[in-house]
């Protein structure tokens, strides 16, 4: 039996959706405050509309907190960007939200997994633990192949 969790019982991260420059394309910032639940430059497993996707969490150019960029189907897409579509510019469009409006942030399996939604929503998540370092590293070797 898979093991349901709640937004209602995760620890939830206010983050902002913000313009990637002058391309109007959407981006998550996550402020400094909350930074430490989100590892830098690592690819993490993301829950939109009970969906689970791939994305790169990075490090701002500039200043403290955490860039989502992009949400792709597949590991592998995350790390090359411009070969997928980006989940979470359908996601935006599809939504009510605005640019420098809020988004919720999930804290599913901090460092693993993550859930984007709106204010107001609530969702469910499949509860997946983070496998062991060699079997994640041999995951990420069948998966760029």
Do not use: C
């Not at 989100?38 to 403290?64: H, N, S």
């Not at 599809?94 to 859930?115: C, T």
Request: proline fraction near 4%; charge should be negative; glycine fraction near 8%.
């Amino acid at each position: 039996m898979t093991q349901r969790v709640s937004s209602d019982t995760t620890e939830t991260v206010r983050a902002t959706l913000a313009q990637a420059g002058a391309t109007h394309r959407a981006n998550i910032e996550i402020s400094g405050d909350d930074e430490d639940a989100f590892p830098a430059d690592e690819i993490v497993r993301i829950v939109m509309d009970d969906t689970e996707y791939r994305a790169r969490i990075e490090r701002p150019l500039t200043g403290d907190g955490r860039l989502i960029r992009g949400v792709y189907d597949t590991p592998r897409l995350a790390r090359n960007p411009g070969e997928g579509e980006n989940r979470l510019a359908e996601w935006f469009d599809e939504s009510n939200r605005s640019f420098g409006q809020s988004v919720l942030i999930d804290v599913v399996e901090e460092g693993f997994k993550y859930g984007i939604r709106q204010p107001g929503s609530r969702a469910v998540y499949e509860a997946t633990e983070e496998p062991d370092g060699s079997l994640a590293d041999i995951a990420r070797q069948v998966e760029d192949q």
